[in-house]
T-cell receptor, first 115, second 112 residues
């Protein structure tokens, strides 16, 4: 039982390049989330998927797109990377959106640098 | 040792002392609160949670206190150990679903 896994762990991009961050969970959770974390700041929600087949914008969605590929996988895409997107990206999952358990389980993070 | 919410992002305590990390939340409609611990280079890990119908909840060496009157949450760590050194985040859930709003975080440093 690996929990939440993310790939890659590290990535360096040039401005304008594109890439996809992958996330998978093996806890049979319905809800999944993408956050970014900048130095000295808390986690800011980029996009979330309350259940398979749905996605919604969070606090900072501009410059990103997401795909909920199936119940296990939720990917984050940067179409044209900008230096302002240099950050650590965390994927998380939770049992349900409106259930009794709201605890979110986090992956180890992807450290992205855009030059 | 004690921190004062978002205005004091670092807290330094002696090993063996009790630590108190404070958090002010913003929305009186929030109905669920959670504390996470984040060690350097890792993702946040769940510590303890509390629902708005409770004032206090205890775990192993940790206690969370909720004061809804002043919208204040605190995490108490008993007999702080070097392994407790990390950044601690509080998060609140608004009533409209599972989205969590995270605070800035407080860095706890434990001196041996």
């Amino acid at each position: 039982n690996a929990g939440v896994t993310q790939t890659p762990k590290f990535q360096v991009l040039k401005t304008g390049q594109s890439m996809t961050l992958q996330c998978a969970q093996d806890m049979n959770h319905n809800s999944m989330y993408w956050y970014r974390q900048d130095p000295g700041m808390g986690l800011r929600l980029i996009y979330y998927s309350a259940s398979e087949g749905t996605t919604d914008k969070g606090e900072v969605p501009n410059g990103y797109n997401v795909s909920r590929l199936n119940k296990r996988e939720f990917s984050l895409r940067l179409e044209s990377a900008a230096p302002s997107q240099t950050s650590v990206y965390f994927c998380a999952s939770s049992e349900d959106w409106r259930g009794a358990n709201y605890e979110q389980y986090f992956g180890p993070g992807t450290r992205l640098t855009v030059t | 040792g004690e921190s004062v919410g978002l205005h004091l992002p670092t807290l330094s305590v002696q090993e063996g002392d009790n630590s108190i990390i404070n958090c002010a939340y913003s929305n009186s409609a929030s109905d669920y609160f959670i504390w996470y611990k984040q060690e350097s280079g890792k993702g946040p890990q769940f510590i303890i949670d509390i629902r708005s119908n409770m004032d206090k909840r205890q775990g192993q060496r940790v206690t969370v206190l909720l004061n809804k009157t002043v919208k204040h949450l605190s995490l108490q760590i008993a007999a702080t150990q070097p392994g407790d050194s990390a950044v601690y985040f509080c998060a609140e859930k608004r009533s409209e679903g599972g989205k969590l709003i995270f605070g800035q975080g407080t860095e706890l440093s434990v001196k041996p």
